[in-house]
Antibody
Framework: EVQLVESGGGLVQPGGSLKLSCAAS????????MHWVRQASGKGLEWVGR??????????AYAASVKGRFTISRDDSKNTAYLQMNSLKTEDTAVYYC?????WGQGTLVTVSS | SYELTQPPSVSVSPGQTARITCSAD??????AYWYQQKPGQAPVLVIY???ERPSGIPERFSGSSSGTTVTLTISGVQAEDEADYYC??????????FGGGTKLTVL
């Protein structure tokens, strides 16, 4: 079965860090770009960033709102992508999805609050 | 960077045709994608590369492109089609952009 499963969400204080994981199965993970998208409650979809495949030098790109604070990485041996989030702000509170090739995970909730 | 503009809402009666537009100045050079999202669920891809339909998506969903506007058309709308719909495209560096979303209401 083709699927993506996110994990690692939770409650974190402003200024804190959190690392999300996205485990892939059922497709050729190593050859696929992986994207992270977030959605604040009642709001629209916001692209966070992406990492390309090894063939594309694992190139990363980020939205301006997270650049310098968030880092996307991947471990092709584990079919897993990661989103490292540092210096978190209350406005980063959202459901975070990973997506690739039209497939979306179920999302994981990140709440930044004191 | 650029923006994708969608109408906030569209309303249709069951059996009618719903058309949701998405406009931007960069669309002619990049493909557009459409996602359906129901409350509490992850988005689902319904159209890719402007007009291609993934397997498992009903034939009543179609996409088209004209100039700087792409359109998602749902023919013979059913109650189960009530959802938020988002268009998405990318700039030349592969950075994604989403439209603001359109709430489709089936009257």
């Amino acid at each position: 079965e083709v699927q993506l499963v996110e994990s690692g969400g939770g409650l974190v204080q402003p200024g804190g860090s959190l690392k999300l994981s996205c485990a892939a199965s059922g497709f050729t993970f190593s050859g696929s770009a992986m994207h992270w998208v977030r959605q604040a409650s009642g709001k629209g979809l916001e692209w966070v960033g992406r990492i390309r495949s090894k063939a594309n030098s694992y190139a990363t790109a980020y939205a301006a709102s997270v650049k310098g604070r968030f880092t996307i990485s991947r471990d092709d041996s584990k079919n897993t992508a990661y989103l490292q989030m540092n210096s978190l702000k209350t406005e980063d509170t959202a459901v975070y999805y990973c997506t690739s090739n039209g497939i979306w995970g179920q999302g994981t909730l990140v709440t930044v609050s004191s | 960077s650029y923006e994708l503009t969608q109408p906030p809402s569209v309303s249709v009666s069951p059996g009618q045709t719903a058309r949701i537009t998405c406009s931007a100045d960069a669309l002619p050079k990049q493909y557009a994608y459409w996602y359906q999202q129901k409350p509490g669920q992850a988005p689902v891809l319904v159209i890719y590369k402007d007009s291609e339909r993934p397997s498992g998506i009903p034939e009543r969903f179609s996409g088209s492109s004209s100039g700087t506007t792409v359109t998602l058309t749902i023919s013979g709308v059913q109650a189960e089609d009530e959802a938020d719909y988002y268009c998405q495209s990318a700039d030349s560096s592969g950075t994604w952009v989403f439209g603001g979303g359109t709430k489709l209401t089936v009257l």
